[in-house]
Each structure stands twice: as C-alpha cells, then as structure tokens.
Nanobody
C-alpha cells in the first residue's frame, strides 16, 4: 500500500524559499517515478516537476523551471522540492504523486491520470 506524506509547506514572502518533502512508505520507492503537482483555488491541478525512479531524469513545467528543483533520496525514501524565488502565483496546495513506472512518460507526465497514488497535500502561501 503506497503511502505518501508531504511536509514543509508554510507562509513566506515574495522572493522567499521553501523546501517540501514527501516521505514514502509501503512500496519500493527506488522503482517508482515521482512527481510534484499543485492546485490553486479554482484552478486545475498542475504538474510542476517529475523525476525518474533512479533520479537521473527530471522534467519541469514552464511556470517553475529555473526556480524549483526536484530531487530524491532513494536511501531515505524521500522526495524533495526546493522552491526559490517564490511568487504569489505559487500559492497552492502542493501534492506528491507516484507511479510504478521507472521512466517518466514522455510528454504526458503533467497529466494527473499518469500518476497512481497521491499524498494529502501541504499548503504553500506566498504574500507580497
């Protein structure tokens, strides 16, 4: 049973940084691709970043590339998202997601239905 728990959210001012973590359990973490999504009020869930099972391949959405970095520690069964230069439009609930595929689905990783299990989310709020 896949179990994902996000942490590290909070409130910051514009230009600040946060580091999100996603603790995984119940499966062989190192064989699953992982991703971060976010959902703002009234908007669809948006794929932010994804990483292959080995960590060798990463992918980013246009809105966060260059500011956010996804990484994973397979020895600790943990996924990370380092977020820098935060803007008010980054305010959302952030979710981690897992897929039993080792490699990222080319071109479709930003679709929610490509990912099979989800955490409960952590709130990130960025104020001016």
């Amino acid at each position: 049973q896949v179990h994902l728990v996000e942490s590290g959210g909070g409130s910051v001012q514009t230009g600040g940084s946060l580091r999100l973590s996603c603790a995984a359990s119940g499966y062989t973490f190192s064989t699953y691709s992982m991703a971060w999504f976010r959902q703002a009020p009234g908007k669809e869930r948006e794929g932010i970043a994804a990483v292959s099972a080995s960590g060798e391949t990463t992918a980013y959405g246009d809105s966060t590339q260059g500011r956010f970095i996804i990484s994973r520690d397979n020895a600790k069964n943990t996924l990370y998202l380092q977020m820098d230069s935060l803007q008010p439009e980054d305010t959302a609930v952030y979710y981690c997601a897992s897929s039993p595929r080792r490699l990222l689905p080319p071109g479709t990783w930003r679709r929610s239905n490509e990912w099979s299990d989800w955490g409960q989310g952590t709130q990130v709020s960025v104020s001016t």
